[in-house]
């Protein structure tokens, strides 16, 4: 019995931290550049509404609708993020107030709801969603089976996308040109390295990953669509890339840590739990706050990792 | 490529002008974004203005959505004024409803007067007790208040819901027979509706005279005192103000509570204007607090212009409630707000940079190099400009 809620708990660890993950991923990169969107929560909420428009649209071979899906989802919430880099990185815009910009754009009382009453997404179940994928009939070992070898195939997106992003950061000269851009973007410049481009292109690609992120709730974790269905997860995932200190590695533990919250009140209510549900669904809240509290006053003082032109304006002066 | 001058001595009508014609972008690509979805963007900015202004009690109607939008925009002004980025306008507003509705219930058997004045300092005062938490965290332990101000605005909302929704607590009606079936708030005595003030036939809510004598105020505050000077030297520079000897932390948190206060009083005056109960759906389908971040820089983070900010926002919302329905669908409302802000952050630069496009990139002449460009880097104080994107010159 506790075997098995153990299992649970890690397993709904696993598919709640999935999201938080790929949005923190693309946040890692963006801000890795010096650029610090907030609008992930919007992206990943017009992520979502896109990605189960085209899973309920379009008909086929599930796998290839949950592509066709993902991709869609990516896609919307590149053009939001490309409209940040354009008003950001082009009219200079303060990073912070055009990111709030995008979040009440995306927001569950913006766009993604405006999409959702336009395609009539509310109430229908989903047509199409993904299934876990047994790797190699391993999923059957206790334990190890469930957590590894049986998960869906956004989740091993993730694993693969949390090393390439490692691989990528600290193995090629792209990614060791973007920590330079972040840094000191007046010596990346001298040095010949186009911050504009680089910021451009990161931008755009965090907003890929945020809306992957978002349709992993609208095809993968709820299957279906509620206004404002992430919750959130947008603004967790930013507090998750300051105190896994701009690291992959950190960023997928934590990730995990803050799924086994957000999992917690429904796995534990499935037991027979009987606690306010607020309760339950206010402690990732509470626990983003705590955790950014102890990085701040354990260390305080210390550069730890974060890029020193974070949300930063760069432009050469003549 | 762009190249940028700064200008000198920017006109107020230029400041002016500037917010305006972003706000007209905006509706430019609004209607596009309308004809791409199927409707027609005129025929809905007509039924737009006609619900927000031209239809009788079109305006009042409009006052009472800007009156929560005023007090908002204040809110995120007031702080982000000081670069103090309170995004928990939203929590804020939530816990002074909550506070204005115990007050309002406590003080039931008093007269009216007396049960206004409680729920307008019971609101302000919870609002700004929920701004005190991020405001004690970034001040003495450097947590970064977007942040923890934002995740507050979720705990505040489920903390309402559950006094509502999961509770027998002292705002949820339990004796009526409606109450039973649908969890609801207690009812405020109707000695305890805020009054409206008429003027030829528009009502104009007590909230909306708050918000306007509060916005004046703060414009006084910011201009002619010492924490306003104290605000505008913070705001250019947190590093030269503590150089000046200010005591930032000090200064954060009084503009966090400031703040915070602000959005408590909006809350206040949703339930002594139009609710008279604790209303947890409501008050987080409106969403006013994050709309106030967009009346305000609409406004140029000025007091003075955040009245006239809220009152087109109002408007925007009022037409929304008005027109619900599948020519106007839930949704468009944000959708505007958010494109209104894009187009305002966006244009911000035009105020105090004069933008020349240049066919050849400046930053790399054809020419031979000079021996400044080959020469080793320059630093970077001289090289990099973070753009001042809010107007503090004023």
Same mark, same amino acid.
């Given at each position: 019995?506790?075997?098995?809620?153990?299992?649970?708990?890690?397993?709904?660890?696993?598919?709640?931290?999935?999201?938080?993950?790929?949005?923190?991923?693309?946040?890692?990169?963006?801000?890795? +550049?010096?650029?610090?969107?907030?609008?992930?929560?919007?992206?990943?909420?017009?992520?979502?509404?896109?990605?189960?428009?085209?899973?309920?649209?379009?008909?086929?071979?599930?796998?290839?609708?949950?592509?066709?899906?993902?991709?869609?989802? =990516?896609?919307?919430?590149?053009?939001?993020?490309?409209?940040?880099?354009?008003?950001?990185?082009?009219?200079?815009?303060?990073?912070?107030?055009?990111?709030?910009?995008?979040?009440?754009?995306? =927001?569950?009382?913006?766009?993604?709801?405006?999409?959702?009453?336009?395609?009539?997404?509310? =109430?229908?179940?989903?047509?199409?969603?993904?299934?876990?994928?047994?790797?190699?009939?391993?999923?059957?070992?206790?334990?190890?089976?469930?957590?590894?070898?049986?998960?869906?195939?956004?989740?091993?997106?993730?694993?693969?996308?949390?090393?390439?992003?490692?691989?990528?950061?600290?193995?090629?000269?792209?990614?060791?040109?973007?920590?330079?851009?972040?840094?000191?973007?007046?010596?990346?410049?001298?040095? +010949?390295?186009?911050?504009?481009?680089?910021?451009?292109?990161?931008?755009?690609?965090? +907003?890929?990953?945020?809306?992957?992120?978002?349709?992993?709730?609208?095809?993968?974790? /709820?299957?279906?669509?509620?206004?404002?269905?992430?919750? =959130?997860?947008?603004?967790?995932?930013?507090?998750?890339?300051? !105190?896994?200190?701009?690291?992959?590695?950190?960023?997928?533990?934590?990730?995990?840590?803050?799924?086994?919250? /957000?999992?917690?009140?429904?796995?534990?209510?499935?037991?027979?739990?009987?606690?306010?549900?607020?309760? !339950?669904?206010?402690?990732?809240?509470?626990?983003?706050?705590?955790?950014?509290?102890?990085?701040?006053?354990?260390?305080?003082?210390?550069?730890?990792?974060?890029?020193?032109?974070? +949300?930063?304006?760069?432009?050469?002066?003549? | 490529?762009?190249?940028?001058?700064?200008?000198?001595?920017?006109?107020?009508?230029?400041?002016?002008?500037?917010?305006?014609?972003?706000?007209?972008?905006?509706?430019?690509?609004?209607?596009?974004?309308?004809?791409? $979805?199927?409707?027609?963007?005129?025929?809905?900015?007509?039924?737009?203005?006609?619900?927000? @202004?031209?239809?009788?009690?079109?305006?009042? #109607?409009?006052?009472?959505?800007?009156?929560?939008?005023?007090?908002?925009?204040?809110?995120?002004?007031?702080?982000?004024?000081?670069?103090i980025?309170n995004?928990?306008?939203?929590?804020?507003?939530?816990?002074?409803?909550?506070?204005?509705?115990?007050?309002?219930?406590?003080?039931?058997?008093?007269?009216? @007067?007396?049960?206004?004045?409680?729920?307008?300092?019971?609101?302000?005062?919870?609002?700004?007790?929920?701004a005190l938490i991020p405001a004690l965290l970034r001040a003495?332990?450097?947590?970064?208040e977007?942040?923890?101000?934002?995740?507050?605005?979720?705990?505040?909302?489920?903390?309402?819901?559950?006094?509502? @929704?999961?509770?027998?607590?002292?705002?949820?009606?339990? $004796?009526?027979?409606?109450?039973?079936?649908?969890?609801?708030?207690?009812?405020?005595?109707?000695?305890?509706?805020?009054?409206?003030?008429?003027?030829?036939?528009?009502?104009?809510?007590?909230?909306?005279?708050?918000?306007?004598?509060?916005?004046?105020?703060?414009?006084?505050?910011?201009?002619? *005192?010492?924490?306003?000077?104290?605000?505008?030297?913070?705001?250019?520079?947190?590093?030269?103000?503590?150089?000046?000897?200010?005591?930032?932390?000090?200064?954060i948190v009084i503009v966090m509570v400031?703040s915070g206060?602000?959005?408590?009083?909006?809350?206040?005056?949703?339930?002594?204007?139009? #609710?008279?109960?604790?209303?947890?759906?409501?008050?987080?389908?409106?969403?006013?607090?994050?709309?106030?971040?967009?009346?305000?820089?609409?406004?140029?983070?000025?007091?003075?212009?955040?009245?006239?900010?809220?009152?087109?926002?109002?408007?925007?919302?009022?037409?929304?409630?008005?027109?619900?329905?599948?020519?106007?669908?839930?949704?468009?409302?944000?959708?505007?707000?958010?494109?209104?802000?894009?187009?305002?952050?966006? *244009?911000?630069? @035009?105020?105090?940079?004069?933008?020349?496009? *240049?066919?050849?990139?400046?930053?790399?002449?054809?020419?031979?190099?000079?021996?400044?460009?080959?020469?080793?880097?320059?630093?970077?104080?001289?090289? *990099?400009?973070?753009?001042?994107?809010?107007?503090?010159?004023?």
């Amino acid at each position: 019995m506790h075997d098995g809620l153990a299992i649970a708990l890690i397993l709904g660890g696993i598919s709640y931290g999935t999201p938080l993950l790929l949005a923190g991923l693309g946040e890692l990169l963006n801000e890795r +550049g010096g650029v610090l969107n907030l609008g992930i929560e919007g992206m990943m909420l017009v992520g979502a509404a896109c990605g189960f428009w085209i899973s309920q649209v379009l008909s086929g071979p599930s796998w290839l609708v949950l592509l066709a899906a993902v991709l869609g989802a =990516g896609g919307a919430a590149a053009c939001m993020a490309a409209l940040f880099a354009v008003a950001c990185l082009t009219f200079r815009a303060n990073q912070v107030v055009a990111g709030l910009a995008l979040t009440i754009l995306g =927001g569950s009382a913006g766009l993604s709801s405006y999409l959702a009453a336009k395609g009539n997404l509310g =109430g229908s179940a989903g047509r199409h969603q993904f299934a876990n994928l047994d790797v190699a009939r391993l999923g059957s070992i206790p334990v190890v089976g469930p957590v590894l070898f049986d998960q869906s195939a956004l989740v091993y997106l993730s694993w693969a996308l949390t090393i390439a992003v490692a691989l990528y950061l600290y193995h090629t000269h792209w990614g060791l040109n973007l920590r330079a851009v972040g840094e000191d973007p007046a010596a990346a410049d001298a040095m +010949g390295v186009s911050v504009t481009r680089y910021r451009y292109t990161h931008t755009i690609v965090g +907003g890929v990953l945020a809306g992957i992120a978002g349709s992993v709730y609208s095809l993968d974790l /709820i299957p279906s669509w509620s206004n404002g269905l992430t919750a =959130g997860a947008g603004w967790i995932a930013l507090g998750l890339v300051i !105190f896994a200190f701009w690291r992959p590695a950190l960023l997928l533990v934590g990730s995990y840590l803050f799924g086994l919250v /957000i999992s917690l009140g429904f796995t534990l209510q499935q037991r027979g739990v009987n606690l306010p549900p607020e309760l !339950f669904s206010a402690l990732p809240y509470l626990g983003t706050i705590v955790a950014l509290v102890v990085t701040s006053s354990l260390w305080r003082g210390r550069r730890l990792g974060a890029p020193a032109a974070l +949300g930063r304006s760069y432009f050469r002066e003549r | 490529m762009i190249r940028l001058e700064r200008r000198s001595g920017v006109s107020l009508a230029f400041r002016v002008a500037v917010p305006c014609a972003a706000f007209v972008v905006a509706l430019l690509v609004i209607a596009i974004l309308l004809v791409a $979805s199927g409707s027609n963007p005129v025929s809905t900015y007509q039924s737009m203005v006609s619900a927000a @202004f031209t239809s009788s009690g079109g305006f009042s #109607a409009t006052l009472v959505n800007a009156t929560p939008l005023v007090l908002t925009g204040l809110c995120a002004t007031v702080a982000f004024r000081l670069e103090i980025y309170n995004i928990g306008g939203e929590g804020q507003l939530y816990m002074g409803a909550m506070g204005a509705t115990a007050a309002g219930l406590a003080l039931g058997h008093m007269p009216g @007067f007396v049960i206004i004045l409680g729920m307008v300092l019971a609101g302000a005062a919870a609002g700004a007790a929920w701004a005190l938490i991020p405001a004690l965290l970034r001040a003495y332990l450097g947590t970064n208040e977007i942040m923890t101000s934002l995740m507050l605005n979720y705990v505040a909302g489920l903390f309402i819901t559950y006094l509502i @929704f999961d509770s027998a607590s002292y705002w949820r009606n339990l $004796s009526s027979a409606a109450g039973k079936v649908y969890p609801t708030g207690k009812t405020i005595p109707l000695a305890g509706s805020w009054p409206n003030l008429g003027v030829s036939g528009v009502n104009i809510p007590l909230g909306f005279i708050i918000g306007v004598g509060l916005a004046l105020c703060s414009s006084w505050v910011l201009r002619r *005192t010492t924490l306003g000077y104290r605000i505008r030297v913070a705001a250019g520079s947190h590093a030269a103000a503590r150089y000046g000897g200010i005591r930032l932390s000090r200064l954060i948190v009084i503009v966090m509570v400031v703040s915070g206060l602000l959005a408590g009083l909006a809350g206040a005056s949703e339930v002594g204007g139009v #609710a008279h109960l604790l209303d947890p759906t409501g008050l987080q389908q409106a969403q006013y607090g994050y709309a106030g971040i967009v009346v305000a820089a609409l406004a140029g983070f000025e007091p003075v212009g955040v009245i006239v900010s809220g009152l087109l926002l109002g408007a925007i919302a009022s037409a929304g409630t008005q027109l619900a329905g599948i020519a106007f669908p839930v949704g468009l409302v944000g959708t505007m707000e958010g494109i209104v802000l894009f187009a305002v952050v966006s *244009t911000a630069i @035009f105020v105090n940079y004069r933008v020349r496009w *240049t066919t050849k990139s400046t930053s790399a002449p054809a020419g031979a190099p000079s021996a400044e460009e080959v020469g080793p880097p320059p630093t970077a104080p001289s090289n *990099t400009v973070t753009v001042p994107v809010l107007n503090r010159e004023i």
